[in-house]
């Protein structure tokens, strides 16, 4: 492909980009404050699978990663492409159980969707540390979704060399993002009815 081709490309991929990510932004941050949605089935058996799917995108981007310093190019793109793979069926996972899922609190023991001041003690700092985590991930997993498709485009397009700038700190934001995932769904799972 020549180069005036793949920069035409790129632009139409990354105007595709950024309207996705706007799009997957205002559904995502729209979920918590819509109704929730009665599909006739209950959905409450998905946050182990997501977390699941966060965990398996984290180790093919850790394979990415070491195939990559191998110089197997090859092997490299199809780790990518599956860490993709696992972390759009998360995005989907994820919209579908929180459409049509009440909000789980951490330390809320009872299941009321209240947390008391009792239940607030019962956890402590704990529920501090929780809250850091989850405000990290769920702040950089929307602040990095553009630039891991402007990432990915970048190679696609063949522009080794911007993908490789751009993949130098978009790489360990997206593993953060992948390893916290299944990590609040752990300190969260006691909660889960």
Same mark, same amino acid.
């Given at each position: ?7 035409? /490309? =790129? ?11 706007? !799009?997957?932004?205002? !559904?995502?941050?729209? $979920? ?6 009665? /599909? ?10 997501? +977390? ?10 850790? /394979?990415?990663?070491?195939? !990559? ?19 759009? $069926? ?6 579908? *159980?929180?459409?049509?899922?009440? =909000? ?10 209240? #947390? ?5 003690? +019962? !956890? ?6 929780? /809250? #850091? $985590? ?15 498709? %402007?990432?990915?485009?970048?190679? *696609?397009?063949?522009? *080794? ?5 751009? +993949? ?6 997206? %593993? ?11 300190? #969260?799972?006691? *909660?889960?009815?």
């Amino acid at each position: 492909m020549s180069t005036d081709k793949n920069l035409a /490309l =790129e632009k139409r991929l990354n105007l595709a980009a950024y309207l996705f990510s706007a !799009v997957v932004l205002l !559904v995502v941050g729209g $979920l918590r404050s819509l109704p929730k949605v009665d /599909l006739g089935m209950d959905f409450t058996f998905l946050p182990p699978f997501h +977390a699941s799917l966060n965990a398996l995108a984290a180790v093919f981007l850790l /394979l990415a990663f070491y195939y !990559v310093k191998q110089k197997d190019y090859g092997r490299h793109s199809q780790m990518i492409y599956i860490a993709l793979f696992f972390s759009a $069926l998360f995005l989907i996972s994820y919209v579908l *159980y929180h459409a049509t899922s009440p =909000e789980i609190l951490y330390g809320d023991a009872n299941h009321d969707g209240v #947390l008391s001041m009792d239940e607030k003690a +019962a !956890v402590g700092s704990s529920r501090t540390v929780y /809250l #850091l $985590l989850l405000a990290t991930h769920i702040i950089l997993a929307g602040g990095i979704l553009p630039f891991i498709l %402007l990432t990915f485009i970048r190679a *696609y397009t063949h522009q *080794y060399d911007r993908h490789r700038k751009m +993949a130098r700190w978009v790489f360990p934001l997206w %593993l953060y993002v992948a390893i916290t995932g299944p990590l609040c769904f752990w300190m #969260l799972k006691p *909660y889960y009815q």
